[in-house]
């Protein structure tokens, strides 16, 4: 019986074509968040073969069936490989013959059938089904056992096919290849994020759009190294920088690793770009003005300033007016607790900020705020991986809410994107946003260390704040700027939508203020807030404001089980009559 078996097998393998060891997929899907859009980044594992995957920009991924697949490449096999996939027993021999035997046993420990004794000659590849149309099979378990070259190694299988039909194929039953595959589960998982498990009946799976909850902000990414262009000017002390700012045309200018200063400010007279020859290798002693056109670039810096009269309005780097187009990227901040701002663009069209870490300013990290205020920017700012610390006056409050902020925003528009920032150690608000910006999306966002986390000014609409985390030690973690007399009894702008976040700020999480109206807070979870989760003092009335406004705010599948015994979820209480903490 044993011989008489082996012998059919091996003449049904030589009918067989010969098939190439290509990845195939096994699941494929796009991952996405709550409002549709495509996350990159994030990890697609299947668990049990520990099996990878990372989302493309797209949020696409494809996890690829490779040697590792439910057994992977047995000890001593060298090159040798094998796998189990749709039906097949797949064996890919090494730079040498590879003696292989495999045997298909039911449940019991019974043979069912051989499914391939031989050799594989170098290099060439062959497969061979696991359940031959020969072999009487049924529903159930069974294993599969192989061995290579002396080495034994097993799959285990969970047959579904239907006992006795004649007409099933191998290669073709979906029942058959969804039988085959060990039951797994798809996690999705990114930096900083809690993994969402997706049980997965079987491999060869196309999850099309796949949610992912996810209520922490992935980290900021940190300066990173690049390319220098070909055909720029190199400087190598302060006097040879100052030489190439005097150029009238824009070009390329790296700086040699050293010391550059000067006894004010450098202010090039064209929009020069300005590239570190090693990523942190060069310092600026002095800011820069860069007002002298479009299209200013600074790649790879260390600027450290301490000095009011070498930033201009106490910047240490300024735009003026003109100086659209900005790029800053890859840099380091230092601003000694003397500088009032790191940037200050007062020219804010398609500015660019990426991968900076910014220290000890008096005002603000980054201010972007036009001349005219009432201008859109074209297109809207792109910040991103911003690391920004420890911005205080020396007299803490000094400005009644107009400074003192990570980042201060007052001009964007609905492409304005603000995504990967931390900030930390503030004395007024985390991230304030107001005047003139009108939509926008800010995502992984991370504050903690400050009175206020995320501050919406007058003039804000229709912008969304998701993935964030707002630490414990902020007072009040998101305010929504009530209507008053200067504002004409307006809120701040209508369509804002808070969501997917962890909010622990200890006071109050979020407080929607007098005249506020249309807003929306979704899917945040509430810790430790001893007043109240959400304030939702719009619903009182003030000046023309009837009170009425507060009925049309949204608070939709949020976790408040975190919160203080004695807090209230959502409160019509003003903040300001808080006590706790």
């Not at 056109?293 to 106490?314: C, F, I, P, T, W």
């Not at 619903?539 to 203080?564: Q, V």
Request: with cysteine; proline share 4%; glycine share 12%.
């Amino acid at each position: 019986m044993y011989t008489r078996q082996a012998t059919l097998v091996g003449i049904l393998l030589a009918a067989l074509p010969l098939e190439p060891l290509f990845a195939q997929a096994l699941v494929s899907g796009r991952v996405v968040d709550h409002s549709g859009n495509p996350l990159s980044d994030v990890e697609a594992r299947l668990a049990v073969k520990n099996l990878s995957a990372t989302t493309d920009t797209d949020g696409t991924f494809e996890i690829q069936a490779d040697a590792t697949l439910a057994g992977g490449t047995p000890t001593g096999l060298a090159a040798s490989t094998v796998q189990m996939h749709n039906g097949m027993f797949r064996v890919a021999a090494g730079f040498k013959p590879a003696r292989v035997s495999a045997w298909l046993f039911d449940g019991r420990g019974r043979v069912v059938s051989v499914v391939f004794e031989g050799f594989v000659a170098a290099g060439a590849t062959f497969a061979a089904p696991v359940f031959p149309k020969t072999a009487a099979v049924a529903q159930g378990f069974y294993v599969l056992q192989y061995v290579i070259d002396g080495s034994a190694g097993r799959f285990e299988i969970c047959h579904l096919g239907h006992p006795g039909s004649q007409s099933f194929s191998v290669a073709m039953s979906p029942g058959l290849a969804k039988g085959l595959a060990a039951p797994d589960t798809l996690e999705l998982s990114f930096s900083g994020c809690a993994t969402k498990a997706i049980p997965l009946d079987g491999y060869g799976t196309d999850l099309g759009d796949v949610l992912l909850s996810c209520n922490l902000p992935r980290p900021p990414k940190v300066p990173q190294s690049y390319t220098l262009p070909t055909g720029g000017i190199r400087v190598t002390n302060s006097a040879g920088l100052l030489d190439a700012l005097s150029g009238g045309t824009a070009r390329d200018i790296v700086l040699a690793d050293g010391t550059y200063d000067n006894g004010e400010y450098f202010h090039p007279n064209a929009p020069h770009r300005f590239w570190a020859e090693h990523l942190g290798g060069a310092t600026l002693k002095a800011g820069l003005m860069l007002d002298k056109g479009e299209g200013a670039q600074v790649h790879g810096l260390r600027l450290d300033v301490n000095s009011d009269k070498k930033g201009y309005e106490s910047a240490i780097i300024h735009t003026g007016r003109t100086g659209n187009g900005l790029k800053v990227m890859d840099c380091f901040f230092e601003g000694n607790g003397i500088m009032e701002l790191g940037i200050l663009a007062r020219a804010v069209h398609g500015l660019v900020f990426q991968r900076l870490v910014m220290r000890d300013f008096q005002h603000d990290g980054i201010r972007i705020t036009s001349y005219p205020n009432d201008v859109t920017p074209s297109p809207g700012p792109h910040l991103s991986d911003l690391d920004i610390a420890n911005v205080k006056d020396p007299d803490p409050g000094c400005c009644n809410g107009t400074s003192e902020d990570g980042i201060l925003l007052m001009n964007g528009d609905s492409a304005t994107l603000v995504e990967r920032v931390r900030v930390r150690n503030v004395d007024w608000m985390g991230v304030s946003t107001s005047g003139w910006v009108r939509g926008g999306r800010w995502r992984d966002i991370d504050l903690d260390s400050s009175f206020t986390g995320f501050y919406i000014e007058h003039g804000t609409n229709n912008i969304i704040l998701e993935r964030f985390h707002i630490g414990s030690r902020v007072q009040e973690g998101i305010a929504f700027e009530g209507g008053n007399e200067w504002s004409h009894y307006a809120g701040v702008g209508e369509n804002i939508v808070v969501q997917d976040g962890v909010d622990e700020a200890y006071q109050s999480g979020v407080n929607i203020s007098v005249c506020n109206k249309n807003e929306t807070i979704q899917r945040v979870v509430f810790k430790g807030q001893c007043f109240a989760a959400i304030s939702n003092w719009a619903t009182h009335p003030f000046g023309t404001c009837t009170g009425e406004e507060g009925a049309t705010n949204k608070f939709i599948d949020n976790d408040y089980s975190g919160i203080d015994p004695g807090a209230e979820a959502v409160t019509l209480k003003w903040t300001g009559s808080a006590s706790c903490k």
